[in-house]
């Protein structure tokens, strides 16, 4: 704390605020690849971010040498005149909500058990699919984040991250399956069933390929597709830097319907024990649990400081940032609301259409207006209500408003998806799927 109120002090002869990002981690990874332990590793990081607010414009400068401070505040001087006009003020001192993000035994969790973790879960998927090649990751993280500011402002919390990652690939002759899942949390992961039924679902599923289909057919996308197609260019009509840019197509339309009345979006740093929640942002503006999409309306735009200040709004605490970067408006922890389908009713309604898994190259066309158009890696062919097999060449694209306007159901399990996502299944009736072949 004294290194960063003395950077304060040092800033404040030469600028009119002052504020210090700081961070410290401390983390642990065991990398598999070949079915064996590749790596352990442990890393430990600490490093300061100044940002200060001299005539009217934005400096900025960081440094993980936090021997030699007055280096760190010339930088920020020296960049000043040429950052961007400040459109924004500090927080001042507040209370924030609480928020369980730290579970100490990550800190004291054994390498051993790591590793132990991560081979068993390797074993046991080959013992059913002996032909699998896997790669995977087990980390543990414990770091904590300090943000002072010149107004009075200060925020400290410590957070704690575990995940467990498993990958896959299974050659047959020409044809090459990437299959994969993970599980992250504030907590240690040790029953990796959920992993291991994922992935086994994946290769039984797609040990079969089937003919990919062309037209505007059903599609169901799992939490992990609705992870990788459809939340990107969502987001981005209601990321306030887009706003401001004036590139939103969501600009004039909140309190519109924009999508099915089906679709509830939440964005809800406050859940605890959830790696990506936080008692604050990354600027020291309180967390709250706000809705994005009520019921099918836009209802929040997400702002930092700075974009709200443009606005003439108020941050909604979704100021995000590296230590190497300024903060710029970001999702924190989504939750979508479960519908009432079950998944397996979802694929019996299916005459012809596919499943969506995963994803590449989803940021192809215009994504600034929802557009998407990506190659399928991962996903399946639906015939007569039964999965009958994994589609290759396969290319899915559209406009994320109109395929979430045509929505049959969703799913009434979530899961958790890489610590920030909480979605379920979704299933529309038409979506543009093209064969490649």
């Not at 702002?303 to 108020?314: C, P, S």
């Given at each position: 704390?004294?290194?960063?109120?003395?950077?304060?002090?040092?800033?404040?002869?030469?600028?009119?605020?002052?504020?210090?990002?700081?961070?410290?981690?401390?983390?642990?990874?065991?990398?598999?690849?070949?079915?064996?332990?590749?790596?352990?590793?442990?890393?430990?990081?600490?490093?300061?971010?100044?940002?200060?607010i001299k005539n009217g414009r934005i400096g900025f400068a960081a440094t993980t040498n936090l021997n030699n401070p007055q280096s760190l505040v010339d930088a920020a001087v020296e960049i000043a005149p040429f950052g961007p006009e400040a459109k924004l003020a500090f927080p001042v001192k507040t209370t924030y909500p609480d928020v369980t993000t730290l579970d100490k035994s990550v800190e004291n969790y054994q390498a051993e058990k790591m590793v132990e973790t991560g081979q068993a879960l390797i074993d046991r998927l080959r013992a059913v699919h002996t032909d699998v090649n896997c790669e995977g990751r087990v980390g543990k993280s414990f770091g904590t984040q300090t943000i002072i500011n010149s107004r009075g402002g200060i925020a400290q919390h410590t957070a704690s991250s575990f995940g467990v990652y498993l990958h896959g690939t299974l050659i047959q002759g020409e044809d090459m399956l990437f299959v994969g899942d993970g599980e992250t949390s504030c907590s240690p992961i040790e029953d990796t069933d959920i992993i291991l039924?994922?992935?086994?679902?994946?290769?039984?599923?797609?040990?079969?390929?089937?003919?990919?289909?062309?037209?505007?057919?059903?599609?169901?996308?799992?939490?992990?597709?609705?992870?990788?197609?459809?939340?990107?260019?969502?987001?981005?009509?209601?990321?306030?830097?887009?706003?401001?840019?004036?590139?939103?197509?969501?600009?004039?339309?909140?309190?519109?319907?924009?999508?099915?009345?089906?679709?509830?979006?939440?964005?809800?740093?406050?859940?605890?024990?959830?790696?990506?929640?936080?008692?604050?942002?990354?600027?020291?503006?309180a967390s709250k649990r706000k809705a994005v999409?009520?019921?099918?309306?836009?209802?929040?735009?997400?702002?930092?400081?700075?974009?709200?200040?443009?606005?003439?709004?108020?941050?909604?605490?979704?100021?995000?940032?590296?230590?190497?970067?300024?903060?710029?408006?970001?999702?924190?922890?989504?939750?979508?609301?479960?519908?009432?389908?079950?998944?397996?009713?979802?694929?019996?309604?299916?005459?012809?259409?596919?499943?969506?898994?995963?994803?590449?190259?989803?940021?192809q066309g215009n994504i600034l207006a929802g557009d998407f158009n990506a190659n399928v890696l991962l996903g399946y062919r639906i015939s007569k209500g039964e999965i009958i097999g994994r589609v290759k060449d396969c290319v899915i694209s559209g406009n994320v408003y109109n395929v979430l306007n045509s929505i049959e159901a969703i799913g009434t399990e979530s899961r958790w998806i890489g610590g920030s996502l909480k979605a379920p299944a979704i299933y529309c009736h038409s979506v543009s799927v093209a064969s490649k072949e």
């Open positions: 704390m004294k290194i960063i109120e003395h950077i304060i002090e040092l800033a404040l002869k030469s600028a009119e605020q002052a504020e210090v990002f700081h961070v410290s981690n401390n983390g642990t990874i065991a990398t598999y690849e070949a079915n064996r332990l590749k790596l352990m590793e442990t890393r430990a990081t600490e490093g300061a971010a100044l940002r200060i039924k994922s992935v086994t679902g994946q290769i039984e599923n797609a040990r079969k390929v089937a003919d990919s289909p062309s037209g505007s057919l059903p599609v169901i996308f799992t939490p992990q597709g609705v992870s990788s197609i459809l939340l990107g260019p969502l987001l981005t009509g209601f990321n306030g830097r887009t706003v401001m840019q004036g590139s939103s197509p969501l600009i004039g339309r909140l309190g519109q319907q924009i999508v099915d009345k089906q679709i509830t979006i939440w964005d809800d740093p406050t859940v605890s024990l959830v790696p990506g929640s936080s008692p604050c942002d990354d600027e020291g503006v999409i009520d019921q099918g309306i836009a209802s929040t735009f997400l702002y930092d400081l700075q974009t709200a200040g443009q606005a003439g709004e108020a941050s909604t605490g979704n100021g995000s940032r590296s230590l190497t970067s300024l903060p710029a408006p970001s999702s924190t922890v989504l939750i979508i609301n479960e519908g009432t389908e079950f998944y397996a009713d979802m694929i019996k309604d299916i005459a012809d259409g596919i499943i969506v898994e995963q994803v590449l190259g989803a940021g």
